[in-house]
């Protein structure tokens, strides 16, 4: 299997500043990747494939990056509506696995 | 648009089958795969499986043996069935619609969830 894993775990911070959450796989997966965004007792929503398209809808402040095994998910300009525990997920081969997890708290 | 609606008992006792049904409306359920994943309660995202419309499967080697997944085009719905629960298999239980793009696999449509708890 492939893991993934992410970090941080969590992090605060406060609305406008610049967020980064990484990802790193445990081998090759070329942009077999994808961010998703859940919030409390909701489902995941999807962000980003293939590593950096932007999925219809969401903010043009979410941006992904990375290919290879090192991955990056980009907040831009962190809103209110941005806390929520993001994760990732490769689809580069099966089983599908996903990130840990990281919590974005609001300061 | 497409939304998926997970049915099926919210009890289930140990030893015994979890039997899930997801309801695909808006849309058809042919020329897609159609995803399984669970989450314990304060934990992150495991995948089940996966079932494509033809039939054609892949399921998590961790709960493969226990298992099985099918698909009725008929009533635009896709189902999960796992033996010999334990409470270890207590989750939220999610269906979701992958999308492909070239060879990316995405999962972009997702029900809401439903809770299986099992306990006797």
């Known amino acids: 299997d492939i893991q993934m894993t992410q970090s941080p775990s969590s992090l605060s911070a406060s609305v406008g500043d610049r967020v980064t959450i990484t990802c790193r796989a445990s081998?090759?997966?070329?942009?077999?990747l994808n961010w998703y965004q859940q919030k409390p007792g909701k489902a995941p929503k999807l962000l980003i494939y293939?590593?950096?398209s932007l999925q219809s809808g969401v903010p043009s402040r979410f941006s992904g990056s990375g290919s290879g095994t090192d991955f990056t998910l980009t907040i831009s300009s962190l809103q209110p509506e941005d806390s929520a525990t993001y994760y990732c997920?490769?689809?580069?081969?099966?089983?599908?696995?996903f990130g840990g997890g990281t919590k974005v708290e609001i300061k | 648009q497409v939304q998926l609606q997970e049915s099926g008992p919210g009890l289930v006792k140990p030893s015994e089958t979890l039997s899930l049904t997801c309801s695909v409306s808006?849309?058809?359920?042919?020329?897609?795969?159609w995803s399984w994943i669970r989450q314990p309660a304060g934990k992150g995202l495991e995948w089940i499986g996966r079932?494509?419309?033809?039939?054609?499967?892949n399921y998590n080697p961790s709960l493969k043996s226990r298992v099985t997944m099918s698909v009725d085009t008929s009533k635009n719905q896709f189902s999960l069935k796992l033996r010999s629960v334990t409470a270890a298999d207590t989750a939220v239980y999610y269906c979701?619609?992958?999308?492909?793009?070239?060879?990316?696999?995405?999962?972009?449509?997702w029900g809401k969830g439903t809770t299986v708890t099992v306990s006797s």
């Open positions: 979701a619609r992958e999308t492909s793009f070239f060879y990316f696999y995405y999962m972009d449509v």
């Open positions: 808006g849309g058809s359920i042919s020329s897609y795969y």
């Open positions: 079932i494509y419309t033809s039939g054609s499967t």
């Open positions: 081998q090759i997966i070329s942009n077999y």
């Open positions: 293939a590593a950096s």
């Open positions: 997920q490769q689809s580069y081969s099966t089983p599908l696995t």
